[in-house]
């Protein structure tokens, strides 16, 4: 109860720091750095929302966990949450790299304490691994701040004062480091195992890390630096296409699971990847909007999936999920809500950062390769979040005295379920106005269809997989299982593993899998329960649409 009232004295603090313009406090300048904190418009406006899902989540923690538990995750959330807060008010590199750090080993700890499971362990040390990549090659541009006695995040004269014309091959190690502190730690292409491991821990340290700290710090670290990156063409290219290439793959990744949190996991590697192309495009406070309103709809989804399990004994396999609560209605709402802002439909979070990305592929000259990566990825995460809602709300409701007549205590889910489904709302327009530069969206009615035809398309697919077993088997054969075993290769150990003979092995299991697919869903939930769900699944995306229409 004490760390919950600090947390919120604390969002009351920093929420009166909205009405301040950005401020740097210097508190000891020395010869080779300054120590000091960065209060700017970015800064506050993520001090708000890492605290007000911090708060949500150590509520939800007390529904999740035993007392116990519950004690010693609230003492590393704090330090988790302390740790964050340095990495992105720092002044310098030097104490950004401390944030840095501390946040990846309070993750490490988050992970793999609070699970007896072997498995969970393991993944806590995946994430730890892949990380100190990252951290080494950070501290390289740590040696080249101090080098220069100027401090990166305010200047570019680093490039001016290090490397000379002549010094190409500097300058050229110096942009790779920073491209491999932004994949590592957002988890793009080659280095994303760590982030589909990391949802082997409990629920609560999933939402933490896949919404608001652990995996944003990458793009963070990318919006506060792209004033330098920027000065490099090539380096923009590079990162642009590796995010394209990331976003498509986890996207198609996404169709062969029925896990949830995975499901979940993964279309947060391509909302990421979402965000780092939007910076690329030179639109960094809207990729800064994105990162925020992801946030909120990413945390929403991973507590309400943590309800699930947590009423299904653990079970996170989706075929096998059945509401058993009560308040059934109120979390099949909550997961249509959160999914449709993921898929960026009107008047929610996603929806104004994609529409309009959209709106710059139809007027802007950009790589045609690259517009058509980033469409199909947005079509795809249209069908696997449908998907998704499909085998929830084709749920069976099982009636269990014992669990619907729950005390007040073991109710607490709903409170922030509550406050982030209505951050989730909020979030959409409040934060378009903090924003200086956010331009009005409108569209022309003869581009209405372009938007349109992709949410379409998206249903289709998810009609294709999920409803048509052979569908789903045509389409897991040709464009899914030898992607994901050869090329995105979720690896069960470490990059070193890959062989010809785990090829061969990997080839041989999916065959296996492949001739001992169930059958759908449909077979085994009850038809009479499911079918009024899905018809207002239905009316409510027409109703969305028609509204979204009359806004355009």
Known sequence: MLSFLYFFFMLIAFSSLLFYNGVTFNMLEGIFFNVGFILWWNQKIFFFFALSITM??????????????????????????????ILVSSSNLFFTFLGWEGVGIM???????????????FSSKKAIF????????????????????????????????????????????????????????????????????????????????????????????????????????????????????????????????????????????SQLSFMIFIICLGQSELGFFHLISHGFFKALLFLASGVLIHQNKSSQDLRKSSM??????????VFFFSSMALMGLPFLGAFFSKHKIILLFLFGTFNSSAVIFYIISLTLTIGYSLRMLMFLFGTKFIWNQSLS??????????????????????????????????????????????????????ILLMIVTTFMKKGYMLFNFFFISNWNRLMFFFISKSPASISSFFIENAALNFFFKLSSLKSSFLQSASKNSSSSSLLNFFVLIIIMLMAGSIYL
């Open 107 to 121: 993750s490490f700890l988050l992970i793999g304490t609070f699970s007896s499971r072997d498995h969970a362990i």
């Open 405 to 458: 007549s729950q005390s007040d205590f073991q109710k607490l889910f709903l409170i922030p379920l509550t406050w982030l489904l209505f951050l989730v709302f909020l979030a959409a327009w409040s934060i378009s106005d903090i924003i200086s530069n956010f331009q009005e969206i409108g569209v022309f009615s003869s581009q209405k269809f372009f938007t349109y035809a992709v949410l379409m398309i998206g």
């Open 56 to 85: 949500s989540i150590i509520m939800f923690s007390l529904y999740y966990m035993r007392q116990e538990e519950h004690l010693s995750f609230t003492s590393f959330l704090f330090i988790f949450f302390t740790f964050m807060i």
């Open 324 to 333: 058993t609560s009560m308040w059934s209605w109120y979390l099949k709402s």
């Open 130 to 269: 892949y990380n100190r990549l990252g951290d080494f090659f950070f501290f390289i541009l740590i040696l080249q701040e101090l080098m220069s006695q100027n401090m990166l995040i305010k200047t570019t004269s680093i490039l001016e004062g290090i490397f000379s014309p002549e010094e190409e091959k500097k300058k050229f190690f110096f942009f790779l480091c920073c491209c491999l502190c932004i994949f590592v730690k957002s988890s793009q292409f080659f280095f994303n195992p760590w982030l589909t491991s990391a949802m082997e821990g409990p629920t609560p340290v999933s939402a933490l890390l896949h919404s608001s700290t652990m995996v944003v710090a990458g793009v963070y670290f990318f919006f506060m630096f792209f004033h330098v990156i920027n000065l490099s063409f090539s380096t923009i290219m590079f990162i642009s296409w590796v995010s394209c290439f990331t976003n498509f793959l986890v996207s198609l990744a996404a169709f062969t699971h029925h896990d949830c949190k995975k499901i979940i996991a993964l279309s947060t590697a």
